[in-house]
């Protein structure tokens, strides 16, 4: 299992791939500095030296001085022959910082921040070895080559006044690029001239969330089951969150009519978490509602482009490009460190959008820009869209395969699109709260579906969100192989 | 005179940098923007079609159809043998959106949008063939082989994991160079751990705009002359801004006891735009002043590292890293577009402003963060300052020569440092605004030091805010002598 856990150490140890000078200087701060932001809370017991030297491909002494070195500062404690563990000290310190780390594993759509464990021991309790948290793309499928080839092109044509101060709401040719990619993959109205070049879904939440307050709006709706980081997005902003429940067609009609909210965040093409795909008449019904009340909807299309067994399902804005905010990024196609995204705006809300824009970060940086236009207009976006659609429909079938042989009984839905499922664990397999800190306890990173909603369902059955695009075929496998094994089952 | 024509044209219609099939649509895309946008008012005069296409480098028939196009859908109105003007349709259709365009020229502090010309005509109303406004460096001086290498090798060594969500105070290893180039070149306290990486002075603004706000701060002091930019910045984040009166020392000690603000913005190394250096005196009084009303300033090191005749001056954070939040980026150094720069946080604050960068883009692209690290570390960042102050001493030589002989009696200030001087234009000439109108008149676009302030001196000087760093020294002689011409001296 050194494979998975490696992958693991490497997330949470990021600075270790420092040149070899800089090695053990760099492991040290990595470790502080996972400690200090609560990546690794008090209590976690750290591999021995011999395990993290082999996960992390460094010498042996090199993490033994680290341990020594950060148990003097007093960031983690060691008992002789018994291992050694985070400490108490640092963390109570910097405890206010906590929420601003481990931007690494966001949560569905494009925003970045983890669901913080409130339910049960978390996987940070014990050395993660297969972490099914759903929010990260295959990063090694980067296509590296391709955009080396894109940035060299760019660097070579670009005249030289578009390297000044951009248009804040993105380089034309991007503008162009996406509009034509946008209009023919998800059937929007994409008007390049109410195009928007901005860094991700969370910038476009955090944009329209001043706009709207700025309106006079006090707060905004959000599926239940949804995603709680864009209430923190919107928080930000000054606006509070409602949660509006979903049934199996989308948003219920009744309760969003009941509620006072004049705008709502969804995601009707793969909706996070519950994987359906909204009905004709709940979004007929939802467009209907915003031009009732003279409200707006956010349309997160955190991962619109992957679908495996289905016709592709057009975005929600096609149908009322004045009533829907499109915001869709290539975090999930391409790589979240990017910061790359795109909004399509309602007119009456254009202005007001660029010019937060405009005081945010005057324009998304004008280099990326022209490479991704350059990648997208040569055909290269496309090729990796599918690639990646083939690389994630084989881990996906890979986790169905292992769910049915070492979980019978389990079922699973929202499997035709998107990075993740929502597993349902029959109750035989004990307790949910066992369960999950058994899975714990054997180093499997899970997420309940109860952490991104308000839903407590009392039969017993472990409801999960699995994501498994970031693992390989038989890390999906040994992964739940390792959960099999640890509730008594495999 | 047609290269400084074209300088301008290339700025105003970037989009001709297109592939040869596109560039006629791109000419009538860029054309169109430009009158929408308010770049190109109602009423300028555009230039003949053989002149736009001398200017341009394309075909006169391309141009002459973008004219006739534009003149149909009525963005431009003509008159047979006497010229092609912009009209007036578009301007009103979408006058809400002028803000948000021509971020071309900063104002001089990296805050991206220009003071709009309240004070009399402005260039606009005729062809710009030499713009002095300040803000903008020399494009042509980006180092685009060293940045392309770069690129290569951060795309070759960077671990899979780097490519994930960042850390919203910036990779770790962009934040250990810069802290050690902004301890060494500008002698700053810089702690790695207190050193935020944003999108520019710009972002700086806005991010502690907003975490003053939330501490119930709603006012910030602004210098007097300064950016009035500042001011906007500010007032998205809903902080008004009071002008404070600067004299020849910096900020004067009793107005800014008398206010009731606790937080100023300041640019002490080289003051915009007056040029002065901040006495020693000045700066302990400023500290001291932060200390009793428990305030803190930012620091806006815009151009601290240009300097030609005179020792640096070191940043006034190094006297209090817990007072002043320290902001700078590499638009003056590199290029605008890159969109990055540096903050140094003092602890008190340093959550607050973390998290709020997190909430608004999740932290900096991370192959630009890579990139820029490499380049400092192997001494590219160095290599590129000293280049570009070479050749900026050439031009403010040139600048300081050609008012010597066209505008003799002229008096020049703020000359040691930076990408700006202020020029003192005897009353000889003419009153200001004709001298200003013959100006504009003749092409040359020039900015008053009372655009930037609420000081109106009645002394019938011109003072003027002339910004040479991003032309050419035969440009920058050509541009005086076309003013001197102008209002009747030469």
Not at 314 to 322: H, K, R, S, T, V
Request: proline share 7%.
């Amino acid at each position: 299992m050194s494979s998975h856990g490696q992958a693991a150490w490497e997330l949470l140890l990021p600075a270790v791939g420092a040149p070899a000078r800089r090695r053990g200087r760099a492991l040290q701060e990595a470790l502080r500095e996972a400690v200090r932001s609560g990546r690794l809370i008090a209590g976690t017991r750290l591999p021995s030296t011999r395990e993290l030297a082999a996960d992390l491909g460094v010498s042996r002494g090199l993490v033994t001085e680290a341990y020594e070195q950060l148990t003097a500062e007093g960031y983690l404690r060691s008992d002789r022959g018994a291992g050694t563990w985070v400490g108490e000290a640092a963390r109570a310190r910097r405890a206010d910082r906590s929420r601003t780390a481990d931007a690494r594993h966001g949560p569905g759509p494009d925003c970045g921040t983890p669901v913080r464990g409130a339910h049960g021991p978390g996987p940070e309790t014990s050395r993660v070895r297969v972490d099914f948290r759903p929010g990260t793309p295959d990063l090694s499928l980067f296509p590296r080559a391709a955009w080396a080839a894109a940035q060299r092109a760019v660097l070579t044509r670009l005249p030289h006044p578009a390297l000044g101060y951009p248009d804040p709401r993105g380089v034309p040719e991007l503008r162009e690029a996406l509009a034509g990619m946008l209009t023919r993959r998800r059937g929007v109205v994409a008007d390049e001239e109410r195009l928007v070049v901005c860094s991700g879904v969370a910038q476009a939440s955090t944009l329209l969330g001043f706009v709207l307050r700025a309106r006079g709006l006090d707060a905004v709706g959000i599926e239940d089951p949804g995603s709680p980081e864009h209430g923190r997005l919107f928080a930000s902003t000054g606006l509070d969150t409602v949660w509006l429940p979903l049934d199996e067609e989308g948003l219920r009609t009744g309760p969003l009519a009941a509620s006072d909210v004049r705008a709502v965040v969804v995601t009707p093409s793969h909706q996070f978490p519950s994987g359906i795909s909204w009905s004709a008449e709940r979004r007929a019904d939802l467009l209907d509602w915003a031009r009732t009340v003279d409200g707006y909807v956010l349309e997160d299309d955190y991962d619109g482009d992957f679908r495996y067994d289905r016709a592709p399902v057009g975005a929600l804005q096609g149908l009322d490009p004045e009533r829907v905010v499109y915001a869709g990024s290539v975090s999930k196609s391409l790589a979240p460190g990017l910061r790359l995204g795109w909004m399509l705006v309602p007119e009456a809300l254009l202005g007001e959008v660029v010019e937060r824009k405009r005081t945010m970060d005057l324009g998304n940086p004008v280099l990326d820009q022209a490479v991704l236009a350059e990648f997208v207009t040569r055909g290269g976006y496309d090729r990796q869209l599918r690639r990646c659609q083939r690389a994630y429909r084989e881990r996906r079938d890979a986790l169905l395969a292992a769910l049915a042989e070492h979980l019978p009984g389990t079922r699973v839905s929202g499997i035709a699109a998107g990075l993740h499922v929502i597993a349902r664990v029959p109750g035989d397999y004990g307790p949910p709260e066992r369960f999950l800190a058994r899975a714990a306890e054997a180093g499997v990173a899970l997420r309940r579906l109860e952490e991104y909603g308000t839903a407590r369902p009392a039969d017993g059955d472990v409801r999960l969100v699995i994501g498994y695009a970031h693992l390989a075929p038989s890390a999906v496998t040994a992964g739940i192989r390792l959960v099999a094994e640890a509730v008594g089952r495999g």
